[in-house]
């Protein structure tokens, strides 16, 4: 009888296990989804801080953020040099340049003469936001959850909790109010400080608001009723943004989430602290007009996204560019967008599950660690790569791209001994350049995925030259239709020329000793970036310190002008050559002005040439000048030209064609997948294999027979089995 | 006993403050408000105005632990150390810097992180236990040398290697489970075995040694030798009265192991994607949430203290003897 119980409740656990499974894989994470419906299915690295259009500004972030709001301006997902187009505008908008008396002034009048510039920007009518409890009112037009007793709120733990929901129409207001956001003290966001630089009144206005919140501490403000002459709607469609001077790189920040629409309605039901307890707030459950809507938000576990049923028009774009034709991107010319239906992320903070749920055919697409690069990559018969035999007999695709992104090792130009302006301290710098060999670098540290810099713009933005045209002279030399680094020679010579012979101080004989100041983790991987700075230097002779610290303390360091070497990197925000040379622009020094040009570096020639760089548009002219520069920074070396990234991503066969296109950060609409195709071979790639726990059984109940005997001999046993007393 | 109890609660308080201050002075001295706010914000366009704006939103701008600038009580009360770390004795989690309710968030996250650590501890101690009896039941013998062998070599391999093999054979090459996730309901019970497993095995080697040296020492007590005398037999003895002798240390171990499960466990957690307590601290560690690090160092103390308080209490149940005064 007991016997008979046990196996009943062993029958009662499997038929649970097998039963939570259904007719799907054991295998499978996903086991409340069918492989069979347009769903997506991938992944989020870490918990997002925040959904608030106005506060996030992460790319992993973004990822949620930009399929749902959408700001007024967007880029063509296959047009390549990057293009701006309208997204919920009917046009791109209009710039007009005013002088101090508010005199219209014609698009080239110089800049000095501008006092403000003007962006009128013209909504699409009937576009609806998604549907949302924010919006319901009663039959007499009363917003129902926007006063939410505690007994009301007391069932409600996410938004899903309430039962009706509404729409309305997108309006300019909208666009205003979020640009207020943008100046709320209580928001905080993180470009307050930088755009209010640009936007004219945002700093009073940022102040009136923070005397306004004051008053009426642990009150609802509604931002409508506090006018800001920075942003204005003229009409239920139309809504003008004020820019102090010049600006003309603004039209690019339309495009980023920060000038998403806010209804205020959202504002209102979300400042309610019965909500906010539930951690129902603006910063987890986003509101907007984009194709997908948050279905689901569990920052810590998982996150849907689906359809937005009241989503606008929007057709696949019926350009491209004649490689696309090739590659099928254009089959979907002028269908409406999204595809998928759905998209599922779960939280995976570990790469290795990611990558064997990936291969299992559990997550569509994947990224490829270093771990795991031999296993999907090789080198090909003609020098290139490729996917490796197992990979392709898989079907899955691969699509690489050279990121908008830069990698260097800094130089502090305030350092008495790497900084500098004169001929010495430029050989000196010159010649590390020359001893650093990023090729190796790159070659051991990323597998290969990344291009040797010779500049700071990267590959993909205007002012980037490929072939012999484009080489930094002072590192490298054409040959033969290859770059070739120069010989360490040179750089010795270089060494001696700068006051160093042989890496000795020629006026002490004392050996140069070099700080590189590095943020550490405790990973293993950084003591051998570590190492392998230090043999690089080694080559000239020279002798480095590695100044490992927290990110904190290396941040303070950069910020005070205590670092004397240092490797930092940049990320585009727009494809647009000054998002690059700002950083070695003089009145953005870190130190004396607290910008983002860490390494100091200041040249009247080089600032002089930015300026002018800056308003011009892609034109020959701005060419010339943007090549005027890079020789000037070249020759001056304040930064080692390290390297432009390369991102890898796999998918499997049922993931339609994609083109990588990091600007366009709302492309999950663009995506299309075959899902009964995905089924049948996640059914043929994960039946379960039950042998080997038939074997551990097997091998277990053979090594419980000795004992078993042992105490069968035991309990006959008589006088034996007292011995050890 | 009661008496015993509320003086035992009341020592907690200085302890708890103790802890509580530690943490804000270690915290603090690593990172700084601006430090906090700058890995929040991001580091692009990041301007010392939107820095001080963030600060005062978020209630860093105050003084550490004495106000000057005000006078009365409010020098004590309107600084960081009262306002962050002072209001959790009333239980109020308060907000974490991304904004989250911080109480809501630990609600909905324990019980995933107790979904694994009850099946681990329970099924843990129980073969733990039954190891140890069968080796000491077979003491003396190649059994208990093969035994005791077996259970070092499962002690010398990390944790992370349980981890790594059951991934790869159980759920890579064999399939038969998920590699890694969580969902809540009866669908997620297949979910739960792997983690469960690992937790199991690799905690069996160590739990099975120190259990075995508890039995044998009571093996050769008088006692025992009087049950033989008695004649019972020897699984009778081992199981009877061995077993409930030896189960003072087991309590202390165990019962004090009870209020911390809510914690979770951080290796497990973050490998199988279980979005427990445990991840959840060493998250906001990696973003320099304090108000996250302080409430769950506040739990982690308050809950370690409650359970020296039960194990205390559960002597008096297994050993009528002990008497709490």
Known sequence: MAVGCRFLWIGIFFCLFLGGCKEKALNSPHPQESPSDNTVYSAFLERPKTLDPAKSYSLEENTFIAQIYEPPLEYHYLLRPYELIPLTVTALPKVEYFSENNQLLPDNAPTKKVAYSTYTLHIKPHIEYSPHPAFVKDKNGNYIYHFLSEEEAKDISTLKDFKKKATRELTAEDYVYEIKRLADPQVSSPIYGFLSEYILGMKEYSKELEKIRKENAGRFLDLRRYPFKGAVATDKYTYRIFIKGKYPQFIHWLAMPFFSPMPWEADEFYSQSNLQKRNITLDWYPIGTGPYFMKENNPNQQIVLEKNPNYHEDPYPTKGMPEDVKRGLLKDAGKMLPFVHRYVFNLEKESLPYWNKFLQGYYDRSGITADNYDTAIQVSELGGIELTKTFKNRGIQLNTSTDPSIYYLGFNMLDPIVGGYGEKAGYLRQAISIALNMEEYISIFLNGRGLPAQGPIPEGIFGYEAGEKGINPFVYTWKQSHIERLPLEVAKQLLAKAGYPNGQDEKTGKPLILNYDAVSNGNPDERAMMEWMRKQFSKLNIQLYVRATNYNRFQEKLRTGNAQIFFLGWSADYPDPENFLFLLYGPNGKVKYGGENATNYENPLYDESFLKMKNELDTKKRLELIQTMLGLVRKDSPWVWGFYPKTFILSHQWVGPTKPNVFARNSLKYLRIQPERRKDLQELWNPPIFWPLYFILGIFFLLLLPVVIRYIKKQRASAERFKDD | ?325
């Open chain 2, 1 to 325: 006993m009661i008496k015993y109890l509320v003086r035992r609660l009341l020592y907690a308080i200085p302890v708890l403050l103790g802890v509580n201050l530690i943490t804000f002075i270690l915290f603090f001295s690593v990172n700084s408000p601006d430090d906090m706010a700058r890995a929040y914000l991001g580091q692009k366009y990041i301007t010392q105005a939107t820095i001080e704006q963030w600060k005062k939103s978020h209630g860093y701008d105050l003084p550490m632990f004495y106000n000057s600038e005000v006078s009365g009580i409010a020098k004590l009360k309107e600084t960081l150390f009262f306002k962050k770390s002072l209001s959790l004795f009333a239980f109020d989690f308060g907000q974490s810097d991304s904004g989250r309710n911080i109480g809501d968030d630990i609600r909905h996250r324990m019980f995933p992180s107790l979904a694994i650590a009850i099946p681990s501890l329970l099924l843990g101690l129980f073969l733990n236990m039954m190891v140890a009896l069968l080796l000491v039941f077979f003491r003396n013998t190649y059994i208990e040398t093969t035994g005791v062998i077996l259970c070092i070599v499962l002690m010398s391999i990390s944790g992370l290697f349980y981890i790594i093999f059951g991934q790869f054979f159980v759920a890579k090459l064999w399939r038969l489970v998920p590699i890694s996730g969580y969902l809540s309901g009866i669908d997620g019970l297949k979910f739960l075995i792997l983690p469960v497993l690992v937790a199991i095995f690799s905690g069996l080697g160590m739990g099975a040694r120190w259990y075995r040296s508890l039995f044998l020492e009571e093996i050769f007590k008088d006692y025992v030798r009087t049950a033989r005398a008695k004649g019972m037999t020897e699984h009778m003895i081992l199981l009877k009265h061995v077993l409930r002798n030896a189960l003072i240390p087991i309590l202390t171990g165990v019962v004090v192991l009870i209020p911390s499960l809510f914690l979770g466990s951080l290796l497990l957690e973050s490998f199988f994607g279980v979005p427990g307590l445990g991840s959840y601290t060493i998250d906001a560690i990696n973003q320099q949430d304090f108000a996250i690090v302080r409430a769950m160092i506040f739990l982690g103390s308050l809950l370690y203290i409650l359970g020296l308080v039960l194990t205390d209490f559960s002597y008096t149940l297994v050993d009528p003897r002990v008497r709490l005064e």
